[in-house]
C-alpha cells in the first residue's frame, strides 16, 4: 500500500515535471531575430508589458485585469497562429503542446494566487509562452512575399 | 463521445505516427543515427500488429490473445529497458570513466529486478505469466522511470549540448510516468471503475505525447552526433571561436 501510494506520488510528479521541461525546451528555441515585436506592436499586445513591470517593479497590476490580458493576448494570437500566414489554417505539434501548458500554466496561476507561492513566476511562465507564439507568427508573416515585398515591408509602404 | 471510439482513435493515432516515424528515419537514413529511437519504434509497431493480428484472429477473451498479450508487453518492457541504456551511452559518448560507472548501474538495477520479480515468482513459481511476468513489467517499467530520471539529472550536470537527446528523454519520461501513475491508482483503488478507466486512457495518451515529442525532435531539432558538452569545450576552441569564456 505504502508503496503503491509512493509510486503513484512519484510518477504524477514525474510525469507533471517531464511536461514542464518539454515545454520549456520547445520555448527556449531561438529565432535569428526578434519577430515578436512588429506583432505585438500589429496587434497593441499587452504582455510584453505586463513582463517588464514584473521584471522592473516585481509587482503585476490588480489581478482581475492580468488575467484578462493574458487571456485576450492568447486568444488573439492563437487565432492569428492558425489563420495568419499558415497554408494548412491548423496548429503544429509543438503548438498544441505549448496551447495546452498555457492551459495548465493559466490553471496554476489561479491555485498559486489562492496560495500566495510563485505567482511571478507563473505569470512570467504564461508571458514566455505568448511571446514564443508572437515570434512564430512574425516569423511567418515575415517568410510571406507580396510581389518583391514581404508582408512586414508591404505594412510599412502602406 | 463514445468512450471505445475515443480510445481507438488515440491507437491508431499512435499506430499512424509509429509508422510515419519509421518511415521518416528510414527515408532520411537516420536509423543509423538515431538507432535507439528506430529500435523502440520498430518494438512498439510489432508488438501493436501482432496484438492487432492476434485479436482479430481469436478475439479478446480468447487464451491466445492473453499470452500474446503479456509476451508482448514483456519485449516492449525490455526494449524500454534497452532504450534507456542506449540513451545513457548517447549521453556518455566520451566519458568512458562515466560509462563504465553506468553500465555497471543498469547492470545492477536490471539485476535488482529480476530479483525482486523472482521472489514473487518463488511463492507460485507454476503460475509464470500472471505473477512473473506481471511483475517483472511492472517493476522493470517503474525502474526504467527512475534511471530516465537519473539520465535527465545526468544531462543537466554535464550540461549536454545535445538537445536533441533532452528531448527525446523528456518523450521518454511522459510514456513512463503516466502509465506508472495510473497503475499504482489501480492497486491503490483495489481496480476501481475510474481507476481503470483512466488507466486504459493514460496508456495510449502518454504514447502518443511521447511520439509527438520525438516527432518533434526528430524533424525539428538537430542533435549533436558527437554529443560534445558545453563545460567540454576547451578555453582556446571557445576563444578562436569567439566565444567569451
Known amino acids: ?158 | 463521445m463514445d468512450r471505445n471510439l475515443l480510445s481507438y482513435g488515440l491507437q491508431y493515432a499512435c499506430y499512424f505516427i509509429e509508422a510515419g516515424l519509421v518511415v521518416y528515419l528510414a527515408q532520411r537514413r537516420q536509423h543509423r543515427k538515431q538507432g535507439s529511437v528506430a529500435f523502440y519504434l520498430c518494438s512498439l509497431l510489432a508488438a501493436d500488429v501482432a496484438r492487432a493480428c492476434v485479436l482479430h484472429a481469436y478475439g479478446l477473451t480468447s487464451l491466445r490473445y492473453f499470452y500474446v498479450y503479456w509476451s508482448t508487453d514483456f519485449l516492449l518492457v525490455i526494449s524500454a529497458f534497452l532504450l534507456v541504456c542506449f540513451l545513457f551511452r548517447r549521453a556518455c559518448r566520451g566519458e568512458e570513466k562515466l560509462w563504465r560507472f553506468v553500465r555497471l548501474l543498469l547492470l545492477f538495477a536490471f539485476i535488482l529486478v529480476v530479483g525482486i520479480s523472482g521472489l514473487i515468482f518463488s511463492h507460485n513459481y507454476r503460475a509464470l505469466f500472471p505473477y512473473f511476468v506481471f511483475e517483472f513489467n511492472q517493476n522493470l517499467y517503474f525502474a526504467c522511470l527512475v534511471l530516465n530520471t537519473l539520465l535527465y539529472l545526468l544531462l543537466q550536470q554535464i550540461d549536454s549540448a545535445d538537445d536533441q537527446l533532452g528531448l527525446l528523454v523528456c518523450g521518454v519520461g511522459i510514456q513512463f510516468a503516466g502509465p506508472a501513475a495510473t497503475l499504482a491508482l489501480v492497486h491503490l483503488t483495489t481496480a476501481g471503475p475510474f481507476a481503470l478507466a483512466l488507466n486504459s486512457f493514460s496508456m495510449p495518451v502518454c504514447t502518443l505525447g511521447m511520439l509527438l515529442v520525438w516527432a518533434y525532435a526528430i524533424v525539428h531539432v538537430k542533435g549533436k552526433a558527437s554529443a560534445v558538452t558545453r563545460r567540454q569545450i576547451p578555453a582556446f576552441a571557445q576563444v578562436t571561436a569567439g566565444l567569451n569564456v
Do not use: H
Open chain 1, 1 to 158: 500500500m505504502i508503496v503503491a501510494a509512493l509510486i503513484l506520488i512519484l510518477s504524477t510528479a514525474m510525469f507533471f515535471f517531464y511536461f514542464q521541461v518539454t515545454c520549456q525546451k520547445i520555448l527556449r528555441r531561438q529565432f535569428d531575430r526578434e519577430y515578436f515585436q512588429s506583432i505585438v506592436n500589429a496587434n497593441r499586445f499587452e504582455f510584453p508589458s505586463l513582463r517588464k513591470s514584473l521584471e522592473e517593479f516585481g509587482a503585476p497590476p490588480d489581478y482581475p485585469r492580468l488575467r484578462m490580458m493574458l487571456k485576450c493576448d492568447f486568444l488573439a494570437l492563437t487565432y492569428l497562429l492558425k489563420n495568419a500566414a499558415n497554408v494548412n489554417q491548423r496548429y503544429s505539434k509543438e503548438e498544441r503542446l505549448l496551447i495546452l501548458y498555457f492551459r495548465w500554466q493559466f490553471l496554476s496561476l489561479s491555485v498559486r494566487r489562492l496560495f500566495k507561492v510563485g505567482e511571478k513566476k507563473a505569470i512570467l511562465r504564461l508571458t514566455s509562452v505568448l511571446q514564443y507564439f508572437a515570434n512564430v507568427v512574425g516569423q511567418r508573416v515575415n517568410t510571406v512575399r507580396f510581389g518583391n515585398l514581404t508582408a512586414a515591408d508591404y505594412l510599412l509602404n502602406l
